[in-house]
């Protein structure tokens, strides 16, 4: 079995495909993080595992949604339907054969309206960024990846918001991970709508901020 930790705030549009397409063998951990749409009762009606998150932020809710899994293989993936569920083989295969410790999907958009221009461009800056801080050859920050459960606790991680994947990489790799990207697509969020993070300037912004924090660390 595969443990999934989606992180979740006000989802509830996605969910119900989210969940039905999770693969056999995979167990959706639905960590919400305050919603007010009803998504913790959808998701368990669906039957997803639900932990509940008072402290807000990305982080928080994909930390709890770790220390709550049980698998030995631990994926983390965006819950609003702009990720296949079914593509979770992707980031896991190579982590399941011993050969790599860390796997992030790269983004492949299926069309011009999943990456807003200034979400890409940020994550590009990003990414080079990581690349010169880490010496490894990213190109994406990965919202969906897979590693051993145990591992990813041994990092210690402790940024609670969006800093959270990139902290992740950086200890990966000082921690001498291997660490791979696989291609995965990224489509428009399931709801039509635009995502809370790289929907907007803002809240691409606030991404940014957070992680260049972790970078400047």
């Known amino acids: 079995m595969t443990d999934v930790v989606l992180p979740c705030l006000n989802e509830a549009p996605a969910l119900p495909w989210v969940l039905s397409r999770m693969p056999a063998g995979y167990r959706p951990i639905v960590a919400d993080n305050g919603s007010t749409d009803g998504s913790a009762q959808i998701a368990a009606d669906h039957g997803a595992v639900v932990v509940h998150v008072p402290q807000r932020g990305f982080g928080a809710a994909a930390h709890t949604g770790l220390l709550a899994a049980t698998a030995d293989i631990v994926c983390i993936c965006d819950a609003d339907g702009s990720f296949d569920p079914e593509q979770l083989r992707r980031v896991v295969e190579p982590v399941r054969l011993g050969a790599a410790d860390l796997v992030l999907g790269r983004r492949r958009p299926t069309t011009r309206r999943a990456w807003p221009l200034h979400a890409r461009l940020a994550n590009a800056l990003l990414a080079r960024r990581l690349r010169r801080a880490s010496g490894v050859p990213v190109h994406d920050l990965g919202p969906m990846r897979a590693a051993r459960r145990a591992d990813l606790l041994a990092l210690d991680l402790r ?59």
């Open 159 to 217: 940024d609670r918001r969006f800093g959270y994947p990139l902290e992740m990489v950086m200890a990966a790799a000082r921690a001498g991970w291997r660490i791979q990207e696989t291609d995965v697509d990224y489509a428009p969020r399931a709801d039509g709508t635009r995502s809370k993070v790289t929907g907007t300037v803002r809240g691409t912004a606030r991404a940014v901020h957070d992680m260049a924090k972790v970078l400047a660390r």
